[in-house]
Structures are given as structure tokens and as C-alpha cells.
């Protein structure tokens, strides 16, 4: 067990450019979760799978933001026409999804900077 | 909406002694309630956590204690050790989970 990884750990794109994001949760971990964080902040809840259906979404997610988890594997993060308060560390954890199994294991997060 | 609050964004203790960090919470609708610890360049890393239906829980030497009366929580570390420096997160359990801003623990020799 390798832990949750994910692809690239820094990424800077030019304004209007779309970027995509990967997290590959832990193997048995059928919930995968995406969150944001700035700094001095704590990571803010962006949306979460259950398997390969999405299940929640917050009102942080907007139109140019789109996730997917095709196969209930890994998932991707997509965002289009970035803009410069898209700049954050996007965090991707994964959890068991059984009862009592609230524990999110987290990656080590992709530092997006946008100029 | 800032659902989860830690009102400390730094602490700073000598070595051997306790570290109290707190956090305060909105929603009663929690039904879990976990601690994160952070170093730079890392994801959080899951340290303890709580149910709802209980006040206390220990896990060496961290303690976590719940006050679901006053909505509020805290993470005692005895003895505190320097590698204990680190940031330390809040978190409630609500589908994805609600953090808070965090607080720099400083464990100082």
C-alpha cells in the first residue's frame, strides 16, 4: 500500500489555460474526496465520490471545475480557463466508505500557481 | 461558512510539557470529529479522533476531548516533543469534512 499519490506535485499555467489534475486513492478506498487550500487556511471541501458516482458537490465547485472517477479508481480534476484565484494546494484523500470508517488519508497535494 | 474554528493560529510550549490546541464548531449535525497534523510539503495526516457520542478519547499521548454542550473540542499532547511541531487541523465529519484554519504548534527544546 503506497498511500494516496498524486500527478504533477506543481503545476504553473498562464491564465485562461485548463489543467488537469490526478489522484490515485488507496486500492480498497471506494471514497475519494477534493479539497482546496490557501494559505493560512485549512483545506475547504470542493467533492467527493462514492465509487464512480459523484455524490457532493460544494458551492466552491464552479462551472469551470469538473472532476470524474470513470472507473472508481483513480480521479481526475479538471479546470478550465484558470484564473488567478485558482492558485492553492488542491488536496485529494481517500477513506474506506464503510460505517464508522470516517478517516480521510490524504496525498501530498498539487501546488497550482497560476500567473 | 466557517463551520469549524480554531481561534489559535500559533502555540508554543517547552519540551516535556502539555500542548492544549482547541477548536470550536457551528454545525451540531457532526456526528465525528478528527485532528490532522501538517508538515510543510505533506498532505494532513490523520492523528485521533472522536466520535459524537462519546467525550473522551485517548490514544497515548494524545487526548482528544469533546464538549458537545459548548460545541467545542481540544487535543492534549503530554508530554509534548520537539517532532510534535507541526501544524495541527480540526476536522468535522459532514459527507467531505469541514476543516479549520489550523494552529502551528511549536515544541520548543
Known amino acids: 500500500d503506497t498511500g494516496v499519490s498524486q500527478d504533477p506535485r506543481h503545476k504553473i499555467t498562464k491564465r485562461g489555460q485548463n489543467v488537469t489534475f490526478r489522484c490515485d486513492p488507496i486500492s480498497e478506498h471506494n471514497r475519494l474526496y477534493w479539497y482546496r487550500q490557501t494559505l493560512g487556511q485549512g483545506p475547504e471541501f470542493l467533492t467527493y465520490?462514492?465509487?464512480?458516482?459523484?455524490?457532493?458537490k460544494s458551492r466552491l465547485l464552479s462551472d469551470r471545475f469538473s472532476a470524474e472517477r470513470p472507473k472508481g479508481s483513480f480521479s481526475t480534476l479538471e479546470i478550465q480557463r484558470t484564473e488567478q484565484g485558482d492558485s492553492a494546494m488542491y488536496l485529494c484523500?481517500?477513506?474506506?466508505?464503510?460505517?464508522?470508517?470516517?478517516?480521510?488519508?490524504f496525498g501530498p497535494g498539487t501546488r497550482l500557481t497560476v500567473t | 461558512d466557517q463551520q469549524v474554528k480554531q481561534n489559535s493560529p500559533s502555540l508554543s510550549v517547552q519540551e516535556g510539557r502539555i500542548s492544549i490546541l482547541n477548536c470550536d464548531y457551528t454545525n451540531s449535525m457532526f456526528d465525528y470529529f478528527l485532528w490532522y497534523k501538517k508538515y510543510p510539503a505533506e498532505g494532513p495526516t490523520f492523528l485521533i479522533s472522536?466520535?459524537?457520542?462519546?467525550d473522551k478519547n485517548e490514544d497515548g499521548r494524545f487526548t482528544v476531548f469533546l464538549n458537545k454542550s459548548a460545541k467545542h473540542l481540544s487535543l492534549h499532547i503530554v508530554p509534548s516533543q520537539p517532532g510534535d511541531s507541526a501544524v495541527y487541523f480540526c476536522a468535522a465529519s459532514l459527507w467531505g469534512m469541514r476543516f479549520g484554519a489550523g494552529t502551528r504548534l511549536t515544541v520548543k527544546p
Open positions: 484523500a481517500s477513506s474506506l466508505g464503510v460505517a464508522g470508517a470516517y478517516e480521510q488519508y
Open positions: 465520490f462514492q465509487n464512480e458516482a459523484q455524490l457532493e
Open positions: 472522536i466520535s459524537s457520542i462519546k
